[in-house]
């Protein structure tokens, strides 16, 4: 097994009207190449901040993030766009994060352009790779010309996944990604998921309020109170009766 990420001593200090906020006080930890992390704990306790100063989507404080080795925090804008790649997020509400003018195909096109995965005038070769990514989540070819509003939340979820596959990344930082949807198609996308890591060996932070989301689909589990790890063991063992 070899070591993806290693976070150390990670915080993410906010300013607010009332004071210097401690979102992520001091967290550290590592994960392997194509293992889950879980990260649990109550609402507001840090999670999505944490997630997101790994990514530097929040500029973290202070603290050190090691993708494959290299401190993340020391590269320039031009360098780290060029890992963004690497390190994608799925949101919780992809209608969020989904332009609404955009099909499902021009979504995934869009992803493949931004990064120079494709030229613009290779329709076929977009086309051929759109398809193949929607077959992969499981969206129907007959859905490629559709708009997200015309979809349900779980095939909406699908595209936001869709949409980090074609970038073809090492480690997805999961945030709540099946919080919005009916329980019924939770698990749905809970396996698609699980069977995705299974095939192309991605690494997953996974963030949920719901510890029973992450049970079954954890290696280890980080537990965060008030901005602070509070516990981190295998998630076999936070379960085992004492
Ligand atoms: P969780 O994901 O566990 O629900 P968050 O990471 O969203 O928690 O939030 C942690 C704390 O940081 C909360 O108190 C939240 O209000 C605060 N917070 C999050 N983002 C910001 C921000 N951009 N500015 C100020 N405070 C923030
Ligand atoms: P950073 O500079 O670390 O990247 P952001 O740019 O993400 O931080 O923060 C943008 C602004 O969003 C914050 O300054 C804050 O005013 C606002 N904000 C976002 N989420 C929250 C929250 N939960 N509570 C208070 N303010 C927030």
Partial sequence: KTELLRVEHLKKYFNTPFGVLHAVDDVSFTVMKGETLGIVGESGCGKSTLGRAILRLHEPTSGKVLFEGEDILAYDKKKMKAMRRDMQIIFQDPFASLNPRMTVSETIYEALLIQKLYSPRDKEGLRKRALELMDMVGLAPRLVNTYPH?????????????????????????????????????????????????????????????????????????????????????????????
Wanted: hydrophobic letters at 45%; a negative charge.
């Fill in 150 to 242: 015309e979809l349900d939340g779980g095939r909406r979820q699908r595209i936001g996944i869709a949409r980090v596959l074609a970038l073809d990344p090492k480690m997805i930082v999961c945030d709540e990604p099946v919080s919005a949807l009916d329980v019924s198609i939770q698990a749905q996308i809970l396996n698609l998921m699980q069977d995705l890591q299974d095939r192309m060996g991605f690494t997953y932070l996974f963030i949920t309020h719901d510890l029973s989301v992450v049970k079954h689909l954890s290696d280890d589990i980080l537990v965060m109170y008030l901005g602070q790890m509070v516990e981190k063991a295998p998630a076999g063992k936070l379960f085992e009766k004492p």
